[in-house]
């Protein structure tokens, strides 16, 4: 394992056509996360640095290093949103999934997060679950939204 | 009110996913009398239409047409820019949603003016749920044989809002961190894999076909000398209408945001988003026009229940999240914007904060590598001046005795 290691930081010419990128959305689009295996196991592949793979793998929000739950949630907490009260969403998702920012339930069915402007500033407040958008919330209407998902 | 529907002409109109549809509405006419044009022809049309950038920089597009054109070697590129992360930023999710096949026209005719075979609609993941919409416009029009000798393929990113960034957007595509280059080398010389490369918003090439299809004079007709044609502005906030509305450019940000989107004591609006401008309510009257003011449209309205400071924290906060990293003036200055707004926030600003905030702004504007870093002191700079009581009010009080 180390001498590949050597070779691949010795000489990094990156494979023809190899999309670091597409490679790890599609990992973490059948695993759900990418793991420090793979990581390593395409920068062997690719004769890359472990650490330019890695670099990528961290650099997106959409891809993870770690497991997450099942279903991901993500609240917009940009401006816009916030005018239109995203914190109350927030603080009952946190209320009915019993978790709070960055955790996820126990049974791992949902993970929360906050994240960034999602474009759906005229249907505020909104969040994503998984690649599912939600506009125009309150939080009477998020038991129903939930209960869709697994 | 000095709406009109260039950008915006088919929705509600055409069906998006029925390309009959959209051929019974003109549609891909203007790619028919663009291949019976030459390409230098197609150019001079573009350029003499005064066409701008639509994403924010305002660049003139038949120009940047013209350099890559002309730029040696056989393989060239087109990016479609369809990752729209400006905050309050949505105008181009309303032209996907509802008008893919002009936006595949346009392409098509930009492909032949520029002698691109290969052309790339990036998109951001966070608009997935109009991927297979745009997949299949694209799909229907190779079909059709519209496309014949291009090949357009529908990318998609994996969340950062810097991968708007021209340069971070190549290197995005090619499978990278979506970090910032440093330019020059311009795309038009050496872009995306090193090839000369046509980077342009949705809505930009949105107007290509109607540019074409009535020509330039037409097009010229709107707006004001130095910016012709229309804007597709996205409105959000403290408005009764949010949405996206198209006005001729020139009209004033008060007919905007109180004229049509119903817009009520006005503190503030903030023009740009997180890296644009704070405009005061006394200033509504400026004409929204790139030697003004414009941005790549999206326009927040905050009334007189807003906390200043509050906006400007948050907004610093994303931009520090969202920095790429690369350059130390961007990366260590929004972590310092936030440091120094955090305590504002709290009540707890120090007297040497306001000196600090605008030493900090005038190093970033100066050396920041991208726009990010670069207007990046947009908001603070702009409520030091325009509120600055705001943040005298928030400096601790300290004991004496």
Redesign the interface.
Known sequence: MSETNKSAVHEHTHAKDANVLELLKERQNKFGYISEDFIAETAKNFNMPVGEVYGVATFYSFLSTKLKGRNVIRVCRSVPCFLKNSEMIVNALKKQLGTDIDETTADNRFTLELTNCIGECDKSPAIMINHDVYGDLTPEKLTAILAKYE | MPEIKIVLKNVGVVNPKDINSYIQHDGFKALEKALAMTQAAIIDELKASGLRGRGGAGFPTGMKWEMTMKAPGDVKYLICNAD???????K??YLLENDPFTLVEAMAITCHAIGAKKAYLYV??????VLDQLKDAVSQADKKGFLKGINIEVY??????VCGEESALMD?I?????EVRYKPPFPPVRGLFGKPTVIDNVETLMNVPQIILNGSKWYAGFGTEKSKGTKAL?????VKR???YEMVLGSTMRELVEGLAGAENVKFI?VG??TGRIVPASSLDTPLTFETLLSAG?I?V?NQS?DVID?VY??VE?LA??SCGKCTPCRQGTETFVQIMERFDKGQGKESDILDLQSLSTTMILCSLCGLGQAAPNPVVDTLQHFRSAYEERIAKVKVG
């Open positions: 729209e992360g400006e905050v309050g930023a949505f181009d999710r951001r993941e966070e608009y997935h749920f998609e990113g994996a969340g950062a809002y995005s090619e499978g990278k961190r979506g996205s409105v959000s906030g403290d949010p949405g996206v903030q988003g997180a999206p927040t905050f807003r906006v948050r907004t994303f999240e969202e």
